[in-house]
């Protein structure tokens, strides 16, 4: 087994600069409306969207509206999304991926640091130059991954139409049609400005030095640590609940370290055989 870490993310571009430290970020799980979302049955993009509603507020506590979370780019969405595990969870995420050479197959193990997404910022907006022209696109955003989910058959090329806010300097005419040559072009860049989604990682074995490409879905690996958070405090409230007979209420808005110490005084004592 090995164990690998990666150091730096070299997919990220330099669209994504710096922090806009506007929003507070709070830890994931002392609040009851985490308890509320439902991790099984909701699409992804409705979970993350109740996951940064419930998790950041403006620097005078007041709360963003989801409709506004809705309007922002994948790629913000997925920023606040990885500064609310780091904050409340871990400061990386571990992994484990088999070497693919033949006849190899060594466990290898990795680590990804969050804290390469923390000081970053999306640029919104990206200039491309076409066959002459000079385009303005937004990033794709909440509202389009939903609408994407619901019409599945949508056409590739209306989707990127979609985004495209001017050609020329020009907001195109209402019967434009975006050229079917220019859709590698913009789905490429749109990859390159939007890196985070299709995060591409090697990794080197140590065993038989192959170079195995990894990609990550990590805005799935984000929320599926999440889920497993609400899991794990779903099962504490039930041990303290049943233990001390406080409210679910009560116990959720305990300081993680605080759940932590009741935590250990009910396994100990059940380990020493103690009635509580
Ligand atoms: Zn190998």
């Not at 308890?35 to 950041?56: K, S």
């Not at 006849?103 to 910022?121: K, R, T």
Request: net charge negative; charged share 25%.
């Amino acid at each position: 087994m090995s164990t690998e870490s990666v150091e730096s993310v070299q997919t990220i571009n330099s669209s994504i600069q710096e922090h806009d430290n506007v929003l507070l970020v709070a830890c994931f799980g002392t609040k009851t409306e985490d308890l509320l979302i439902d991790f099984e049955t909701l699409a992804q993009p409705e979970v993350v969207t109740r996951i940064l509603h419930n998790g950041l507020t403006l620097p005078d506590y007041k709360k963003l509206s989801e409709r506004e979370i809705w309007a922002w780019s994948l790629a913000k969405r997925l920023k606040y999304l990885v500064d609310i595990v780091q904050e409340s969870l871990c400061s990386s995420l571990q992994f484990t991926h088999h070497c693919c050479a033949e006849e190899c197959a060594e466990q290898l193990e990795f680590d990804l640091p969050l804290n390469e997404f923390s000081h970053l910022v999306v640029k919104e907006i990206i200039t491309l130059n076409i066959e002459g022209q000079e385009l303005q696109l937004r990033l794709p955003t909440g509202q389009d991954q939903q609408l994407w989910l619901r019409c599945p058959k949508l056409p590739v090329t209306e989707l990127i139409q979609s985004l495209v806010l001017s050609v020329d300097k020009k907001r195109p005419e209402q019967n434009w049609e975006l050229p079917e040559s220019w859709v590698t072009e913009i789905s490429a860049a749109l990859e390159i400005t939007d890196p985070l989604m299709t995060l591409s990682l090697d990794l080197l074995c140590p065993i038989c030095a192959f170079n195995n490409k990894v990609d990550l879905d990590l805005e799935t690996q984000l929320v599926e640590r999440l889920k497993l958070a609400q899991k794990t405090l779903l099962l504490d409230i039930h041990t303290i609940a049943s233990a001390y007979h406080w409210s679910e209420e009560q116990i959720v808005t305990l300081s993680p370290q605080r759940r932590q110490f009741y935590m250990k005084q009910i396994r100990a004592e059940l380990h020493e055989g103690a009635v509580i």
